[in-house]
C-alpha cells in the first residue's frame, strides 16, 4: 500500500492531537461541581455552587483550611460512614477529592480541627439513623495528623468506655472538649481532654449537671450536646447544657467550677440549649435550641407538637447573673408556599446549628449576624446590632429532595438544613440530609467585609 507525504502528515497530527487529548484528560481533577439544584427559593441570599458529594448526601458537620493556596472543606456524614473533602477554592465549581472510610455502624457525624490537629467523633448509631444494635460498632475519638491535607494520619484512638461522643470542640492548644457517655453516669456529659501529645489523650477533667452520676439525687436527664465555647484567655467556658446556658470556670481544667447558669426550660422545649455562641466584643451569648421529634420516628409526634424551642440573646455582663435579652423572630413561609405554617411542610422545623467554627483562621469571625439552620425551613440570617431586636434579613431553603439518601425524614421527604459554615471569602456552605453541600451568597444588610479571596 503506498501512502503520500500528505497522508503521512495527516495521520501524525491526528495521533498527536489525540494523545495530547489523552495527556489533558489525565491531568484534569477528579470530578467537578454539580449543576446547582433547580427550585429553591431565597431572600437576600443566591446559591452559586453545588456539589452532590460523589454520590454521598446527607453530609453533616463542617470545617474549612486554605492549605497552599487551595481551600479544602471537611464533612462528616449522617448516611455513609466516614469524611468528605472538597476542594472549593473555586466555590463556584466545587470538586470531590476523597471519601475517608471511617467504621462500620457507627456515626461519624461530627468533626473538629486546629492547625494540623483533627478530632472525629465515634458514637453507637441509633436504629431509627440506620444503625443495627446487633452488630459491633466504635466510640470514642480519633485523632489525625493532617499536615498533609488530602492524606491523614490516624494518630490514636482515645475510648470513653460508653455508647461513644456526640460532638467535640477544639479551638486550638492543649485541651478539647467532648459531649460524651461515661460509665456511671446517665446520658451525656461534659469531659475534657489533653490532646497535648495525640499520639496519647488523656482525661483533663469533667463537669456534670447534679443528678447525672450514679446515686445522685435527685436524678436528672439533663445532657450536654455541645461543645463548650472556650473564652481567649482560656479560664472560661460557654456551655449549653440540656435544659440551662452554663458559665464555668476552667481555670483549674482537673475541676471546673459552675460561675452562672440560665435556666431556659421551662418554657422552651426539645433540646433547649443545644449550642451557645458568645458574641466577640460585647457581654453576650446567643443561644438556641434543637428541635427534635417531627419525622424522626415511624408514626412518631405530629411536627410542633409540643413547645418551641429556643433561639434567643442572653446578657452575660455578670457571668453569675446571665438573663435573656430578646427572642429572634419566628420563620414564616414564603409567599405562595402550599403551607400555612412550617410545621405543616413535614420533617423537622425549629432551630439546629450556627456558624460555631470561628476559632479557625479560614472561618467567618462572629460579628453582627447570625447563621442559624433552622431545618425545613433552611438557612435563616439575623442582624443582631441590635440585640434587644434582632431581625431576619435573609433567608434561603433547598428544594425539594429527589433522592432519599438515608430514612429521615420519615414523613415526607422535604429538606431538613443541617449545618452551616462561613468562609472568609464571604462563602456560606450548608449542608442537609438528602442533598449535597450547597454554596451560598448572602447579598443583604450588615453583609461582612470579605477577609480573604
Not at 495527516?10 to 489525565?26: T, W
Not at 460498632?137 to 491523614?152: C, F, K, Q
Not at 451525656?188 to 499520639?199: E, G, R
Request: net charge positive.
Amino acid at each position: 500500500m503506498k501512502f503520500s507525504i500528505r497522508t503521512f502528515v495527516h495521520r501524525f497530527v491526528l495521533r498527536l492531537s489525540m494523545a495530547g487529548a489523552i495527556v489533558i484528560m489525565l491531568t484534569l481533577p477528579a470530578a467537578y461541581g454539580d449543576p446547582i439544584p433547580k427550585g429553591w427559593q431565597g431572600s437576600n441570599m443566591k446559591p452559586i455552587g453545588y456539589s452532590g458529594l460523589d454520590g454521598r448526601g446527607g453530609a453533616f458537620k463542617m470545617a474549612i483550611r486554605q492549605v497552599a493556596g487551595r481551600w479544602y472543606l471537611y464533612m462528616g456524614h449522617e448516611w455513609h460512614r466516614g469524611w468528605t473533602i472538597i476542594d472549593v477554592t473555586d466555590a463556584t465549581n466545587p470538586k470531590f477529592v476523597k471519601f475517608v472510610e471511617g467504621p462500620d455502624n457507627t456515626n461519624t457525624i461530627q468533626m473538629e480541627f486546629h492547625d494540623n490537629l483533627m478530632i472525629t467523633a465515634l458514637q453507637r448509631k441509633q436504629p431509627n439513623w440506620g444503625g443495627d444494635p446487633k452488630r459491633p460498632h466504635e466510640e470514642g475519638v480519633l485523632l489525625w495528623d493532617i499536615s498533609d491535607p488530602v492524606n491523614w494520619k490516624q494518630l490514636s484512638h482515645w475510648k470513653s468506655g460508653g455508647i461513644g461522643v456526640h460532638r467535640v470542640g477544639y479551638p486550638g492548644g492543649k485541651y478539647a472538649s467532648l459531649s460524651t457517655s461515661m460509665p456511671g453516669f446517665s446520658r451525656q456529659i461534659l469531659l475534657f481532654l489533653d490532646v497535648s501529645d495525640p499520639k496519647n489523650p488523656k482525661e483533663a477533667g469533667r463537669w456534670w449537671m447534679p443528678g447525672q452520676k450514679d446515686g445522685e439525687l435527685p436524678k436528672s436527664d439533663a445532657s450536654f450536646h455541645g461543645p463548650a465555647i472556650i473564652s481567649d484567655d482560656g479560664k472560661t467556658a460557654y456551655v449549653g447544657y440540656g435544659p440551662a446556658v452554663v458559665i464555668l470556670d476552667i481555670s483549674d481544667i482537673s475541676k471546673p467550677r459552675l460561675i452562672g447558669q440560665l435556666n431556659i426550660s421551662p418554657p422552651f422545649g426539645a433540646i433547649p440549649a443545644h449550642d451557645v455562641l458568645p458574641i466577640p466584643g460585647k457581654n453576650l451569648l446567643f443561644v438556641h435550641g434543637e428541635m427534635t421529634g417531627e419525622g424522626d420516628l415511624p408514626n412518631g409526634p405530629l411536627a410542633c407538637n409540643g413547645p418551641i424551642t429556643t433561639a434567643a440573646m442572653v446578657d452575660i455582663k455578670d457571668p453569675a447573673k446571665p438573663f435573656l435579652i430578646s427572642i429572634l423572630p419566628r420563620p414564616v413561609p414564603p409567599k405562595g408556599a402550599p403551607y400555612a405554617d412550617f410545621c405543616d411542610k413535614g420533617g423537622r422545623f425549629g432551630p439546629h446549628n450556627t456558624n460555631l467554627e470561628y476559632h479557625l483562621p479560614d472561618v467567618e469571625k462572629q460579628a453582627d449576624l447570625i447563621y442559624l439552620t433552622y431545618f425545613n425551613a433552611g438557612l435563616r440570617i439575623y442582624e443582631i446590632k441590635n440585640p434587644r431586636a434582632p431581625e431576619e434579613v435573609g433567608w434561603f431553603m433547598p428544594p425539594t429532595p429527589t433522592k432519599r439518601h438515608g430514612p429521615l425524614p420519615y414523613d415526607k421527604l422535604v429538606s431538613q438544613t443541617e449545618d452551616v459554615l462561613v468562609d472568609t471569602r464571604g462563602n456560606i456552605y450548608i449542608t442537609d440530609k438528602n442533598w449535597g453541600i450547597f454554596i451560598l451568597r448572602y447579598t443583604g444588610p450588615g453583609q461582612p467585609k470579605p477577609t480573604a479571596k
